[in-house]
């Protein structure tokens, strides 16, 4: 049974056969109960189940009941919802890292300071211009805003290069693109690789925790925002907290001896609890999952459809960060699939690091599972187009192309031995109205427009944040210090 494509409905004229409110739990009923209806009437012309369903229910109900029909097969508009910042209880947490005001507010300020990069390689040229956020700013959706990201070395804010005159080799810079610091609470363990984490989904790799190198802080048994953020103080070259931070470690941490009350576990935990807070949740489709229907355009909410139905994006990108598997939103455990994207190599020439030794194996390098090779993690989804490099090397410029990859099905880096591929990247047959709608709801539906508000003005050290240089207070107005 193959219904006329006019049929399908998505971008058909659509009758508002029910009043406008659709988030009543009579309409719900409603919807079920033709649901129901439909499939027996499915079953007994023989296949094409879900794609029928579409077709007579979308040609009666509004996008906005649309949505909400194919969210209640999905755990209901509750289960991709996130909560507001400042609800910290509501947001999921390391039971060992409990979150509280303090060290949120200790956090946010670490993560920013220009103050803290002075761990550098080239300290005399460096230090006090670099800081977490100089690889993960607000402005680029937490990301770097670069196809690879510049900590140590590097010179201006929006515009950020490598500094003339600092030596390449002692850059701090990475083989893969920086990904999103953002809605992070939703996963349990961290990187392209999974790495980070003592639990979720690391729970049997501890051979791989060697001791010496940054996966050994897994031994301290933290979740992986945690875990990295220890860690990645090391990695990023960012020194002990200035000591006019000292009586906010004393208001986040009066319980902790001072012997430890001031050192990198501490300063990680805060900048932690500050990631937590770190949510998309003033994107449309946030708000519109809050009841405003308006807060979204209707190629958006096309887009929406697509993405929890035709598309099948949420058979992997399903939860408040889009990023889990359906079965796994309740565990916060990672899924790794290999869809093809290339490494990032050097293709202009202008990168600090060229070809990366051998290929990027992903989940593969960190296990040693041959099962596991080629293989990332499915990242967040949200404030994508703040920073125009996809996939873990930055292959792709431009959000349409990623869609139509997908769509497409083929794989760009001919390396990838097609028995690794996942089986649900294939060809999806979407029209190119179809991919429009779908990246319009990547680009506008997903893009929490006012992340601004999660970095601060001033700091307690009186540097710019994030980078500080005379390219920066020149950029800014910043007067430094
Ligand atoms: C040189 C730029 C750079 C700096 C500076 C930097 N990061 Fe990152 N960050 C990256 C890159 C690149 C990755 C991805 C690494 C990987 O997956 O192998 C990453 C990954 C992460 C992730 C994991 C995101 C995910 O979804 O898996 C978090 C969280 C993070 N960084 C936080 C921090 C914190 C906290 C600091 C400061 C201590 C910091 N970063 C400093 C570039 C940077
Ligand atoms: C089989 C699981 C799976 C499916 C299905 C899937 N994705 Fe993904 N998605 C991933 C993984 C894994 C990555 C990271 C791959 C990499 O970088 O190597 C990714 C990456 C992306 C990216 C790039 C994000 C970034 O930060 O670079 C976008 C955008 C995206 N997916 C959107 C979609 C859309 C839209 C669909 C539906 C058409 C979809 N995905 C279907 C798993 C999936």
Not at 119 to 144: D, E, N, P, R, V
Not at 263 to 292: C, F, H, K, S
């Amino acid at each position: 049974m193959s219904a006329p494509s006019s049929f399908r409905g998505l971008h058909g004229p659509v009758a508002t056969a029910e009043p406008s409110s659709s988030f009543t739990p009579a309409l719900r009923s409603v919807a079920a109960a033709l649901a129901g209806a439909l499939a027996l009437a499915v079953a007994g012309c023989g296949g094409g189940g879900s794609d029928a369903l579409t077709v007579d229910l979308s040609s009666s109900l509004t996008l906005d009941q649309q949505i909400e029909r194919a969210l209640s097969a999905k755990g209901g508009a509750a289960a991709w919802r996130m909560p507001a910042s400042d609800a910290l209880a509501a947001i999921p947490q390391d039971p060992r890292n409990p979150l509280t005001a303090e060290k949120v507010a200790l956090g946010r300020l670490l993560y920013h300071d220009s103050a803290t990069g002075t761990a550098g390689k080239q300290s005399a040229l460096s230090s006090g211009t670099y800081s977490c956020a100089s690889c993960h700013h607000a402005s680029f959706g937490f990301q770097a805003g670069l196809r690879q990201g510049i900590g140590e070395g590097g010179w201006g804010l929006l515009q950020r290069v490598a500094r003339s005159g600092f030596p390449m080799a002692d850059l701090d810079v990475q083989p893969v693109r920086t990904p999103s610091d953002m809605n992070g609470a939703w996963q349990q363990n961290l990187l392209w690789n999974g790495q980070f984490g003592a639990g979720g989904v690391n729970l049997d790799t501890r051979a791989q925790w060697t001791p010496g190198t940054p996966k050994a802080v897994n031994q301290l048994g933290y979740e992986g925002l945690e875990t990295q953020a220890i860690a990645g103080q090391a990695v990023h070259r960012i020194g002990a907290a200035p000591a006019v931070y000292r009586p906010m470690f004393d208001a986040a941490y009066p319980d902790v001896d001072v012997s430890m009350r001031y050192d990198a576990e501490r300063a990680g935990l805060a900048i932690a609890a500050y990631e937590r807070t770190l949510m998309a949740n003033r994107a449309p489709w946030q708000r519109w999952l809050a009841g405003e229907t308006a807060a979204m355009n209707d190629a958006a909410k096309r887009g929406a459809l697509l993405f929890l139905g035709k598309a099948n994006c949420a058979s992997c990108h399903s939860g408040p960060a889009l990023n889990l598997t359906p079965d796994n939103v309740a565990t916060r455990n990672p899924s790794f699939f290999a869809l093809g994207f290339k490494d990032m190599g050097n293709p202009t020439g202008t990168l600090a690091v060229a070809e990366v030794a051998g290929a990027n194996l992903g989940r593969g390098g960190f296990t040693g599972v041959a099962a596991d090779r080629y293989k990332f993690k499915t990242p967040q989804l949200y404030n994508l187009s703040d920073s125009p490099f996809f996939g873990h090397g930055g292959s792709m410029t431009d959000l349409r192309a990623v869609v139509a990859y997908f769509n497409a099905g083929m794989p760009e880096n001919p390396e990838v031995p097609a028995a690794q591929l996942a089986p649900a990247f294939k060809p999806l047959g979407l029209s190119a109205a179809e991919i429009d709608d779908l990246t319009e709801f990547l680009k506008t539906g997903l893009r929490d427009p006012e992340l601004t508000r999660y970095q601060p003005a001033t700091l307690p050290s009186g540097q710019c944040a994030i980078s500080d240089d005379a390219q920066v207070r020149q950029e800014t107005g910043c007067p430094g210090k």
